[in-house]
């Protein structure tokens, strides 16, 4: 089984959730089958990931699936529409999930297979804050500023 699910606020989407809700009530799933799960994130950086790839093994191991692999492709807003044949970044992982889709092996078993980002994360950061700084600039409002100073 191969699930691909985007990252919301570090932790899986709703629908997700209650996919894996309803695999659960069947009981004639649990067992011996191989699962992976594959996570996109907007972002660079793989640690906003951590939490869903943790909650991903927990249903793993509830379910006694054998899971082969997580993987993490981070930074997918840079694909905007464009297609995946075409992302050398994004075909490379998904070559190495099929090699371990069709050749698993005991000494693969949970690996975290991880997209290198298209940017390193410091320079996602900092133009990511020129552009926030431009916005709040003309939206006249003030980068430091919290969201509730000005209610009286």
């Known amino acids: 089984m191969l699930i691909c699910f985007p990252l919301y606020f570090d932790t899986l989407p709703y629908p997700l959730i209650a996919l894996l809700e309803e695999l659960q009530s069947h009981q004639e799933l649990h067992g011996e089958r191989r699962i992976i799960f594959i996570v996109h994130c907007g972002l660079p950086e793989v640690s906003h990931c951590q939490n869903a790839l943790a909650i991903c093994k927990q249903f793993a191991e509830f379910m006694n699936f054998i899971h082969i692999a997580s ?74 500023q919290k969201g509730y100073d000005n209610i009286h």
């Not at 297979?113 to 700084?133: H, W, Y």
Request: proline letters at 7%; aromatic letters at 8%.
């Open 71 to 144: 993987v993490v492709i981070p930074d997918t807003g840079a694909i905007d529409g464009g297609t995946v044949e075409k992302n050398k970044r994004i075909t490379g992982i998904l070559d190495q999930i099929t090699e371990l889709i069709n050749n698993p092996c005991e000494t693969c078993i949970a690996e975290t297979l991880i997209a290198k980002p298209s940017m390193p994360p410091v320079i996602f950061r900092f133009f990511g804050n020129m552009i926030m700084k431009y916005f709040a600039g003309k939206n006249k409002v003030s980068v430091f």
